[in-house]
T-cell receptor, first 112, second 116 residues
Framework: SQTIHQWPATLVQPVGSPLSLECTVEGTSNPNLYWYRQAAGRGLQLLFYSVGIGQISSEVPQNLSASRPQDRQFILSSKKLLLSDSGFYLC???????????FGPGTRLTVL | AQTVTQSQPEMSVQEAETVTLSCTYDTSENNYYLFWYKQPPSRQMILVIRQEAYKQQNATENRFSVNFQKAAKSFSLKISDSQLGDTAMYFCAFCPVAGGGNKLTFGTGTQLKVEL
């Protein structure tokens, strides 16, 4: 069966510091991968998606970036965090032709 | 671009009763999928049910069923025999079949509270 992992689960970072969030998927190959952000009390905003290694599409211009160095690894990064980057970050993968997306447990990021 | 609207920010229901959550969407696509996701206090997003737009029959998953009205662009979720564990934020989501990335567009969510 497929599983998706995210770490860390919780992160508190000062403004201006770098960021690296990691997402890995097990039990599948060549998945579509997605990064979402959820602000407090709001829906999910798609940040990036990837259809393959090294292929990244950005949905929202911001100071975040994403990379996919391996087939089942998706990384969200920032060189300098802003207060507005605080939120809950979710990684997801897409299964087959049905377009269902399955989500990881998320990372709660607080920027102080 | 697609939009998904959930007009009920909060709802409550008594245990064992039935509740219906509303969702409308706007799209020019003819072929797409619709989903309901549940986000309990743990914040894990859990797929509840999906509907393919080309199917006229409404999807059902145990106590969860949908009322899909394609012409009206409406996709409501009915929860029967509500249980305390159903307390969660529920999100409606749209995904076109065509287009790069197969991206989901989410509504803003409905917070459901099941009460004793």
């Amino acid at each position: 069966s497929q599983t998706i992992h995210q770490w860390p689960a919780t992160l508190v970072q000062p403004v201006g510091s770098p960021l690296s969030l990691e997402c890995t998927v097990e039990g599948t190959s060549n998945p579509n991968l997605y990064w979402y952000r959820q602000a407090a009390g709001r829906g999910l905003q798609l940040l990036f998606y990837s259809v393959g290694i090294g292929q990244i599409s950005s949905e929202v211009p911001q100071n975040l970036s994403a990379s996919r160095p391996q087939d089942r690894q998706f990384i969200l990064s920032s060189k300098k965090l802003l207060l507005s980057d605080s939120g809950f970050y979710l990684c997801a993968w897409r299964r087959g032709v049905i377009n269902e997306q399955f989500f990881g447990p998320g990372t709660r990021l607080t920027v102080l | 671009a697609q939009t998904v609207t959930q007009s009920q920010p909060e709802m409550s229901v008594q245990e064992a009763e039935t509740v219906t959550l509303s969702c409308t969407y706007d799209t020019s696509e003819n072929n797409y999928y619709l989903f309901w996701y549940k986000q309990p206090p743990s914040r894990q997003m859990i797929l509840v049910i999906r509907q393919e737009a080309y199917k006229q029959q409404n999807a059902t998953e145990n106590r969860f069923s949908v009322n899909f009205q394609k012409a009206a662009k409406s996709f409501s979720l009915k929860i029967s025999d509500s249980q305390l564990g159903d307390t969660a934020m529920y999100f409606c989501a749209f995904c076109p079949v065509a287009g790069g990335g197969n991206k989901l567009t989410f509504g803003t969510g409905t917070q459901l509270k099941v009460e004793l």
